[in-house]
């Protein structure tokens, strides 16, 4: 009976361990067109904010290795799911998402919502398309300035894909057939985040996230060009890559670096699409450095 209530006990205490937002606060933004956008943050509201954008067919987790460090000792940790993902809203509308409009002034409400100063505002993989889609529409929006990651910012220096023949397995979440959806989701995530060292946990919430994502939005996102000439925010502006990203590879570096001639670029040696996750450590320094204020 005893070593009965001591595995009770001790499974108890491990289900109530502290996760990385269980001392966080959770918001309701009301972004453009009326769309409810779920706001997670964490940390002293009056110290220098960071504002995190996600990638597509991911959420807020993505920021778990920022919000469980001593980041927000430092800084107001923000982060928020984008619309049609996590627990945001999903509208139906190809107008929802097929522009740059809605995208930027979601990343403007909740700035303005939650009463940010000039907030670091880091973009990754296609929330880097979002933070620029913020920057070029909504100039006025005071921000300290952009982390961009894994990211070509939605410009030509990542060129789009070839068509795919008839016969290839579609897009992670553009088919209605869930049954095609999950293993595509998987193939996906096994691509995109190679290292080991990710924790098996977060690939399966990467994986649950990328569910989430309904056909409609990955097909109104597809029909957006990428840009020639993009729009150069006046802020600092910096880009934080993996040296094996299978994405951002060497070449797009290049490209962009044409593109944003004023811009910094950071290389994470032996990282991929992730640099975040796969050496937090050292993005969390670069964080630091750029607005948390360092150690």
């Known amino acids: 009976m005893k070593t009965t209530l001591l595995v009770l006990a001790l499974a108890t205490g491990a289900a109530q361990a502290a996760g990385p937002f269980d001392a966080a606060r959770f918001s309701t933004v009301t972004g453009a067109?009326?769309?409810?956008?779920?706001?997670?943050?964490?940390?002293?509201?009056?110290?220098?904010?960071?504002?995190?954008?996600?990638?597509?067919?991911?959420?807020?987790?993505?920021?778990?290795?920022?919000?469980?460090?001593?980041?927000?000792?430092?800084?107001?940790?923000?982060?928020?799911?984008?619309?049609?993902?996590?627990?945001?809203?999903?509208?139906?509308?190809?107008?929802?998402?097929?522009?740059?409009?809605?995208?930027?002034?979601?990343?403007?409400?909740?700035?303005?919502?939650?009463?940010?100063?000039?907030?670091?505002?880091?973009?990754?993989?296609?929330?880097?398309?979002?933070?620029?889609?913020?920057?070029?529409?909504?100039?006025?929006?005071?921000?300290?300035?952009?982390?961009?990651?894994g990211t070509a910012a939605g410009t030509t220096a990542a060129p789009a894909p070839p068509p795919a023949p008839a016969s290839a397995p579609p897009r992670p979440t553009a088919s209605p057939d869930l049954t095609l959806n999950i293993p595509a989701v998987q193939g996906s995530t096994d691509?995109?985040?190679?290292?080991?060292?990710?924790?098996?946990?977060?690939?399966t919430q990467f994986a649950a996230a990328a569910m989430r994502v309904g056909p409609w939005v990955e097909q109104s996102v597809a029909k957006r060009p990428r840009i020639e000439q993009p729009f150069v925010p006046a802020q600092p502006l910096t880009f934080a890559t993996g040296e094996q990203d299978p994405l951002v590879t060497a070449p797009v570096v290049a490209k962009l670096k044409a593109l944003f001639p004023s811009a910094r670029f950071v290389g994470f040696p032996g990282v991929g699409h992730a640099p975040f996750l796969e050496d937090a450590a050292r993005f969390n320094a670069l964080l630091d450095e750029l607005h948390c204020g360092g150690r």
């Open 191 to 203: 691509f995109l985040f190679k290292r080991p060292g990710i924790a098996p946990e977060l690939r």
């Open 33 to 149: 067109g009326g769309v409810p956008l779920n706001v997670v943050e964490l940390g002293d509201p009056a110290k220098p904010a960071v504002l995190f954008l996600h990638g597509f067919r991911q959420s807020f987790l993505s920021w778990t290795a920022q919000f469980a460090s001593d980041l927000p000792q430092r800084c107001r940790l923000v982060a928020f799911d984008l619309r049609g993902h996590g627990n945001s809203g999903h509208p139906w509308q190809a107008e929802a998402y097929d522009s740059a409009q809605p995208w930027g002034e979601d990343v403007a409400r909740v700035i303005a919502a939650l009463a940010l100063k000039k907030p670091l505002v880091v973009g990754w993989s296609f929330g880097g398309n979002v933070a620029m889609d913020f920057a070029a529409t909504q100039p006025q929006v005071p921000v300290a300035g952009y982390l961009l990651v």
